[in-house]
């Protein structure tokens, strides 16, 4: 079968994750590099790791001593409140996580990140963009660290996949299974008739999602930039 298209985080990012990876030697989880201070520090380092971004400041009200801007990453957006000091962030947030998630100025839901005079609000499901995420600041807000989301990123990116193959939301899949697993080749053991497929062992993950009565088996890499049907 067709590769699926892949989400925000290209190759170039994926390969400098890895590495980082591997160096660091914390797999499978993500590196954490120095948090952005700023906003063009922000956009700067999701440049560095091949994301073309762009930012809009945004008119409604927003925390105190904070500017909200709307942070575009190819299809995805997240909102960014910058703040004057990491002193006023880390006020604000100490402050914020003692109110009810309806008095919080971010979707109950959404992935939250702070670091530097930054917070970063992310209400989408792209595996790689949460992942570049938690590469640049760490632990999210709210989730205890080593925690991370309830699925790994390639869940995420093979929930979507399979949802645009089939014309569903990500949503009506349930994913009943997922376990580490190593692929025989860079086609993930799945390659087309003519297709090249470079034989060296792939680490990623094999997949179980749910539709009604209806069992897909996904295959993936590691990030879930490689998503293959058997």
Do not use: H
Request: proline share 9%.
């Amino acid at each position: 079968m067709k590769s699926e298209p892949r989400g925000a985080l290209s190759q170039a990012a994926a390969w400098l994750l890895l590495g980082a990876m591997a160096l660091a030697g914390c797999r499978p989880g993500p590196p954490t590099l120095k948090p952005p201070d700023d906003l063009p520090e922000l956009v700067a380092a999701l440049g560095a790791m091949g994301q073309e971004a762009s930012v809009e400041a945004l008119a409604y009200a927003a925390p105190v001593s904070s500017r909200p801007y709307a942070l575009t990453i190819g299809e995805e957006q997240a909102r960014v409140f910058a703040f004057g000091t990491p002193e006023e962030r880390e006020s604000y947030m100490r402050s914020i996580m003692d109110r009810p998630a309806a008095g919080r100025p971010w979707a109950d839901g959404a992935k939250v990140w702070a670091g530097g005079s930054l917070v970063v609000a992310y209400e989408g499901n792209d595996g790689g963009l949460v992942l570049i995420f938690d590469a640049l600041f760490g632990d999210r807000v709210g989730v205890e660290p080593g925690l991370g989301e309830p699925y790994p990123p390639a869940v995420t990116a093979a929930r979507k996949a399979a949802a645009d193959r089939l014309g569903l939301d990500p949503q009506d899949l349930e994913a009943t299974e997922f376990e580490p697993s190593f692929w025989p080749d860079t086609c993930l053991g799945v390659g087309n008739q003519g297709e090249i497929c470079e034989r060296e062992q792939i680490s990623g993950w094999r997949i179980l999602l749910r539709y009604g009565e209806r069992l897909i088996e996904v295959r993936t890499d590691e990030l879930g930039q490689e998503v293959r049907f058997p």
